[in-house]
């Protein structure tokens, strides 16, 4: 029996719930990786976000800029491996996506998903369902989106990928604190 290992397990998990306590007590929502992207996207973006963390499809609205009023569902994938969740009913107005690194999607096993962000993604999100439908893509979790979509919804870190928003300096140096190492 690998009772140091279990042992070393517990202490790393009790580590590990005292700053996801923290974290929760800054964003004021439990820490999963939904709720910080959340909280993440709204100091950034200028989002207001529901004050139900469990409204479905909808995490939000931009607060001003080109996209004031308009709805968004934010995702914080800790990796990109070209699947999005989307869902029909209610359907925002955009999907925020945050990812980290990319990677091909595969098995999770002795898989390493660091808390960062490597990119940002601007989906309309009712061009992308039309898109998928077409495709014959099935809609809902884990749905399969070409690396062309990607790559035209991406606002940052490369500029002028989309021109529905446009990612400023000051939000930019935000994001990068949360880069990869």
Known sequence: ?????????ASLL????????????????????????EWIAAQVFGIELATSAVEAGIDGWFKAGPLHGRSVNV???LKREGMLDLTEA???DYHLVLTGPTSAAMSSRGSLRPWCIAAVYLFDAKRLL????ARGVKIGTASSVRAAQWDA???YP??????????SPDQAALLRLFAPT
Not at 1 to 9: F, K, N, P, S, T
Not at 24 to 37: E, F, L
């Open 153 to 155: 919804a991406e606002i």
């Open 75 to 77: 995702k914080w994938y």
């Open 158 to 167: 490369r500029p002028s990928r989309n021109p529905a928003l446009s990612v």
């Open 130 to 133: 039309e898109e998928q439908r």
């Open 90 to 92: 209610p359907i925002p």
């Open 1 to 9: 029996m690998a009772d140091g290992q279990v042992e070393q397990i």
């Open 14 to 37: 009790r580590e590990r719930n005292a700053l996801d306590e923290r974290i929760g007590a800054v964003i004021q929502r439990p820490m999963t990786s939904g709720h910080p992207g």
